[in-house]
């Protein structure tokens, strides 16, 4: 037993000092008021008042739940009819690379690559709109309207090869043996999809819905990289950024870190909510 808890303590010394830690000092930050250099003054509950009514905190959380709204389940779909496709291809192992590419590729590296795909004069997008259809395109990161889902649209593209490789691992793991007697009963490739397919894979698709909602939730860099400032009229301000604004621009470090607790909660809310809910729809026999 002894040797147990010595070998564990390296472990357990990261979550103290890492995780526990650092959880408890911003749950106590966050009852006080402090620029970082002054006293510290304890103001309570106060600084939450003061966020859940900001329009400013309004305005990321709203962004937030936009950006969460328009991704979790593109990236999830695409990410399945995709895995359903390279599954049945001899190279499998080339498109797995093929799509994981972008997942391992800098965040900051390709979000300076789609702002010159998203330019209004000569990006990619506005340039094949013009010359094949005579169309003239948007203006995707000045216009309010387009910021969010441009952001959305990149991040599903950087972030799809990850549920790509869980998703055909988890079609990999299902038994051949189901689908042959299905195929011996008659069965269509729909009815093949729906009765077998999609509940043996609601495992995999659970623990993707998790991670990408968390994911989401926790947005910055793209956003950071191709607004910089949260776009025009605060459009793709986030929870994240806006939190960043207040501790590293502002230095109110009290508000900052109630920001920091809403958006935990937010988070552990959103998961433990999922958990309850794939009791009726993911099944593991």
């Not at 995709?82 to 590729?105: D, E, S, W």
């Not at 990149?154 to 007697?181: C, D, H, K, R, T």
């Not at 502002?250 to 909510?273: E, H, K, N, P, Q």
């Amino acid at each position: 037993m002894g040797w147990g808890y010595f070998f564990i303590l390296p472990q357990l010394f990261g979550v103290l000092v890492f995780v526990l830690y650092p959880l408890g000092y911003v749950l106590v930050l966050s009852l006080l008021e402090w620029d970082g250099l002054g006293d510290r003054t304890f103001v309570g509950l106060s600084n939450y008042a003061t966020e859940l009514t900001n329009p400013d905190f309004l305005n990321a959380l709203s962004n937030t739940v936009y950006y969460t709204a328009m991704t979790v389940p593109t990236t999830v779909i695409l990410s399945l009819m995709a895995a359903l496709a390279l599954n049945k291809l001899r190279f499998k192992n080339f498109f797995r690379v093929l799509y994981f590419a972008p997942v391992v590729t800098s965040a900051v590296s390709a979000g300076v690559v789609w702002l010159w795909v998203y330019n209004p004069d000569f990006g990619l997008i506005n340039t094949y709109l013009q010359v094949w259809f005579g169309v003239t395109g948007p203006q995707w990161m000045l216009d309010p309207n387009y910021v969010m889902p441009s952001i959305a649209i990149m991040s599903v593209w950087l972030g799809m090869g990850f549920n790509i490789v869980i998703f055909l691992a988890g079609l990999q793991g299902i038994p051949a043996v189901f689908y042959e007697a299905a195929k011996i009963d008659g069965a269509n490739r729909w009815q093949i999809f729906w009765s077998i397919t999609l509940p043996l894979l609601s495992p995999t698709t659970f623990f993707i819905f998790v991670i990408a909602i968390i994911n989401s939730f926790q947005v910055f860099d793209q956003v950071f990289i191709m607004t910089f400032d949260g776009g025009p009229a605060n459009s793709a301000v986030t929870m994240v950024t806006y939190l960043r604004d207040l501790a590293f621009v502002d230095f109110v470090y009290g508000r900052s870190s109630a920001v920091a607790v809403i958006l935990f909660a937010l988070i552990l809310m959103f998961t433990l909510l999922q958990f309850r809910i794939q009791r009726r729809w993911v099944h593991y026999d």
